[in-house]
């Protein structure tokens, strides 16, 4: 044995010691936690190292890359330490495709000429020899093995990780606290239970509750305050992925845009439905290309097991697999949603003559099929396809309702008693109607009432509110139809109503079959949108309360022009609504293109805004991702009056946000002036250096709609002479800035923010190459960049010029006194009370009525007292900045129901599907409550409600919606009829 070999097993024997003992070292030093005192500065040790390893470590990885030949140097191209990040080198799909042999794995040693030449698993092959699909195919091959191809252009592992388009909540992130247990850290779970840290002992939670007691016990005292261990979580938490996130956004952005061709879209598909859950479209099935037309087999079970996915918000599409049977009936199937559950009913099969009466559930969270009812022709229910179902609820309880359908007219189920059919050929027609109770798994028929539909399929069927729904559309034994139907479901029965077309100058659309629907709800009740169908182009709007068609004629034949599609609704906000198209048929050829068309609702009428498609939407998306709205102030303020009983009532109407224009910070090169991006990391990093200028800013502001806390933009209260809000937006090209607090107070607010940028530049070892500037008035693309040697001149980077700027934009650098502030902290400036111009029907010298506001410019009164009498009058009033109009709606007398006179009452609006309802409740001389249905100005009595909530006057009302359909109203106080004061709540769920 030579010296050499001697070597190596001494070098081998050590390291097999060394092995040996590393699980020993491990625990022994995972074992060593610091105590409490010590817990902030291993957390701030641990901040550091992060942020050494992703700002100063690039050196080495650009090094590693050059060894490894990720980066390969050529001629005329950027040297490695000119990329302003790795990630175009490890991921393919962010390249350009054109440069696929740029990418070296430092894994595959292998050729790919090896792949080709290995043979082929069994079933593999029989699958891939199986080309074409066999009808008479008795006997199932098993499934083929996949092949993954790791280069593959639709799979990114840095997506599947971190989803930059969603926002992070940092309640959410800081889900748990940290308490002293003698010498040891421990987390505990939101219901107080110890985490285990250890990495050799199974992770179950103990049982034992950790705490206070425990720390009592042993003599210890638990002095720490959980806010410093949240601010040092928040620290590390907003470095690590600011600086993750703001990597991807910003370097990868231009590539998104520049090749949106090779973002994954559905195949064309036609006879499908697409459903909503949350921000994201589920559709499944359809006839697509490729699919066999048989009963079952493998290749058909593989396609119907994926379902695509669109997330909307991002308009970006995925397929994904599903677990479980999925249903057999793949076309022509009837689809609603119950929360998180998506429920399929019969369909087509493929093959002649082949529909179903199966119902399955599809679940949203764990993507698994589940069969709740088997075809079978034996439990009442037609074997079809073409008809349509709804979810209701009643009581409380889950229904589905299925209502009419095409099928076979031979092996189908017993008609359903009452139930009409029509034979066409070989097939047959329904006007069925069967409810499914989900809580017991039974289908029951209700009775019929009303208008009854005839026997009737391919139309649409769409829930209006839980328990009504309308229909629209589709074909009939002689004729195609343009009828409207309106159903109300209970538990046990079915009312109908028809609205046929009245003829004459009334507009109505054509008879069609085939079309699509949504239904859009807005300030002015619910609204049905139709789109398309056979042998339509067109596209119509129902206004469903007033049962008033109207054609929107501004609508692209590439919209319009097209049958058996799908079309969803998204609410982006509670004035923008997303209609989207999928699929469908047109000229005999199915068709893949997704449309979305964006209305506008802010005016209580619908107007269509604009019309995208797939890659115009996800531009727009990509530009817009971060333009969070402007923060506004709050609109609505009470004037109290000592006087409990008799005290009038003012609002204050939000017509237009604060006039201090936001303040932007951006960064340009010092030589060329080119405009460049915010600094990768510097956001969070201003954010923790503001956070420590203990002087003035105190605290992240709370989790509130009016509160900004994401990872691109932050709400700070800020403490000067009293609260206030900054609002701090990363727009990826600049920072924004807004101050909710009086104006003179803009500049200190102005230079605790470059203050804390300069620090944070400091700690990066970035330049100071920072500027002020203002959004250009007149460019959309310009910066106009404030003169720091002459401040009230501004140079435009586009438009070459310096714009007169208003001292709307001058505040931030105005030394000046500024206007007062008043005590609670709202900005009043320029306070003072101005006459408006006052028209229409002006009420009449009036005291102890109700005002209630309806939107941000238009407010209601009701009732009151002119010294002589009470009223019970509706004035309606609509305000400007300079004037307002008044509109009076008195009792018309007749059959009409009407309140009575009426004082010292009180009321709350409430919004709902159908539109805003003043609720009054109470008064002098009464004791009743009524509710207004303020679009059409209908009044009812509510009779259910006991003496002991109408039987006051001088009380309180207030409203709180827990959720959208459910609306508790809370009274508080008042006096009865003998003048003794009440000091009950009351809580009203509505």
């Known amino acids: 044995m030579n010296q050499k070999d001697v070597s190596r097993l001494c070098s081998e024997a050590s390291y097999q010691s060394t092995i040996a003992e590393l699980p020993l070292l491990w625990i022994q030093t995972y074992r060593k936690v610091a105590p409490m005192k010590n817990h902030r500065r291993d957390i701030y040790t641990s901040t550091l190292r992060y942020y050494r390893n992703a700002f100063t470590d690039a050196d080495k990885q650009m090094a590693i890359n050059v060894f490894l030949g990720v980066f390969v140097p050529k001629e005329g191209e950027a040297n490695v330490w000119e990329l302003s990040t790795d990630y175009y080198l490890h991921h393919r799909t962010a390249r350009e495709p054109q440069s696929p042999k740029l990418f070296k794995s430092p894994t595959k040693w292998w050729k790919d000429e090896l792949i080709s030449s290995l043979p082929l698993p069994q079933y593999e092959g029989q699958v891939i020899a199986n080309t074409e699909d066999d009808p008479k195919e008795e006997e199932p091959t098993p499934p083929a093995v996949p092949h993954i191809n790791n280069d593959t252009t639709d799979r990114d592992s840095f997506d599947e990780i971190y989803k930059t388009y969603e926002l992070t909540d940092f309640d959410r992130l800081l889900s748990t606290s940290v308490v002293r247990t003698g010498d040891n850290v421990v987390s505990l779970d939101s219901e107080g239970g110890a985490i285990q840290g250890n990495p050799f002992v199974v992770r179950d939670k103990m049982k034992k509750k950790v705490g206070s007691k425990m720390a009592a016990k042993r003599g210890l005292s638990v002095g720490i305050q959980q806010t410093e261990i949240y601010f040092s979580l928040f620290i590390f938490l907003m470095l690590k992925l600011f600086v993750i996130t703001q990597a991807t956004i910003v370097d990868c952005r231009g590539c998104f845009l520049q090749d949106m061709s090779s973002i994954y879209q559905p195949v064309e598909r036609r006879f499908h439905s697409t459903v909503q859950v949350g921000n994201y479209l589920y559709t499944w099935g359809g006839a697509q290309p490729g699919l066999p037309k048989v009963h079952n087999n493998n290749k058909k079970k593989s396609m119907c097991s994926v379902v695509e996915v669109c ?45 179903h009466n199966s119902l399955y559930s599809f679940n949203v969270d764990t993507f698994d099929w589940k069969e709740l009812s088997p075809t079978t022709p034996h439990h009442g229910l037609m074997m079809k396809g073409y008809c349509g179902m709804i979810a209701i609820k009643v009581n409380g309880e889950d229904y589905l309702a299925v209502i009419g359908g095409f099928g076979s007219s031979s092996n189908n189920s017993p008609p359903q008693p009452s139930a009409q059919y029509s034979k066409d050929g070989d097939y047959q027609r329904c006007n069925e109607v069967l409810m499914y109770r989900l809580k017991t798994g039974e289908w029951t028929s209700p009775t019929v009432t009303g208008d009854k539909l005839p026997p009737i399929n391919d139309f649409t069927l769409t829930s209006i509110t839980n328990t009504t729904a309308i229909l629209f559309g589709g074909e009939t034994d002689n004729r195609w139809s343009n009828d409207v139907y309106v159903f109300e479901f209970t538990d046990t029965s079915v009312k109908y109503r028809k609205f046929p077309n009245p003829g004459g100058s009334v507009q109505w659309p054509k008879e069609r079959r085939s079309h699509s629907n949504v239904l859009i709800n807005c300030s002015s009740g619910p609204h049905l949108l139709v789109v398309g169908g056979n042998p339509t182009n067109d596209c119509w709007l129902l206004n469903i309360n007033k049962m008033e068609w109207k054609e929107l004629t501004n609508i692209p034949d590439s919209v319009t ?256 006194q500024g206007p007062a502030e008043s005590n609670n902290g709202t900005q009043m400036e320029g306070s003072e009370w101005t006459s408006p111009t006052v028209t229409g029907d002006r009420p009449p010298p009036i005291a102890v009525f109700t005002l209630t506001s309806i939107t941000n410019t238009t407010a209601i009164l009701f009732g009151g007292c002119d010294g002589y009498r009470y009223s019970n009058d509706v004035y309606v009033f609509e305000f400007t900045d300079t004037s307002v109009k008044c509109t009076k709606f008195s009792n018309p007398g007749r059959s009409v129901q009407w309140p009575e006179e009426i004082s010292a009452h009180s009321s709350v609006l409430i919004n709902c599907s159908s539109g805003p309802h003043l609720l009054v409740v109470g008064g002098g001389g009464t004791s009743d409550c009524r509710l207004l249905n303020i679009n059409k100005m209908e009044w009812k009595e509510l009779t259910n409600i006991p003496d002991s909530v109408t039987d006051r006057g001088s009380h309180s009302l207030s409203v709180w919606n827990e959720r959208q359909t459910t609306h508790w109203i809370i009274e508080f106080g008042g006096a009865g009829d003998d003048y003794v004061t009440f000091g009950d709540t009351t809580f009203i769920e509505i």
């Open 561 to 816: 022009n097209r049958y058996w599609h799908s079309l969803s609704v998204w609410n982006e906000t509670q004035t923008t609504h997303w209609i989207i198209e999928f699929g469908g048929e047109r000229d005999d050829s199915s068709i893949s293109e997704t449309r979305f068309i964006e209305i506008i609702s802010s005016t209580g009428d619908l107007v269509v805004q604009s019309v995208l498609d797939i890659n115009e939407y996800q531009k727009r998306k990509i530009q817009v991702a971060n333009e969070i709205p402007n923060p506004s102030i709050v609109s609505i303020k009470p004037f109290h009056n000592h006087n409990r009983f008799h005290c009038s009532t003012a609002i204050i109407i939000s017509i237009k946000e604060t006039n201090v224009k936001p303040l932007l910070i951006v960064w340009r090169e010092e030589e060329s002036e080119e405009i460049l991006p915010v600094p990768t990391g510097l956001f969070p990093l201003t954010i923790v250096h503001l956070l420590n200028q203990k002087e003035y800013v105190t605290k992240i502001s709370p989790s509130m709609p009016e509160y900004y806390k994401f990872r691109d933009a932050m709400s700070l209260k800020i403490t000067i002479t009293s609260k206030h809000t900054l609002h701090l937006i990363n727009r990826y090209t600049h920072i924004e800035v807004y101050f909710t607090g009086p104006t003179h107070h803009c500049p200190l607010v102005r230079k605790l923010l470059t203050t804390a940028i300069d620090n944070s530049s400091e700690a990066m070892h970035l330049k100071h190459n920072y500027v002020n500037a203002f959004a250009c008035p007149y460019n959309e693309s310009c910066y106009c960049i404030v003169n720091e040697d002459h401040h009230k001149v501004a140079d435009c980077t586009v438009c070459g010029e310096s714009p007169a700027l208003s001292n709307d934009y001058w505040t931030w650098f105005n030394d000046a």
């Open 311 to 355: 997330h909307v918000p991002t308009g970006e599409w995925v397929q994904k697999p599903t677990t479980g049977d999925p249903p057999l009936g793949v076309s022509f199937y009837a689809a609603a949603v119950i929360r998180n559950e998506i429920f399929f009913f019969g369909g087509y099969c493929g093959h002649f003559g082949c529909f």
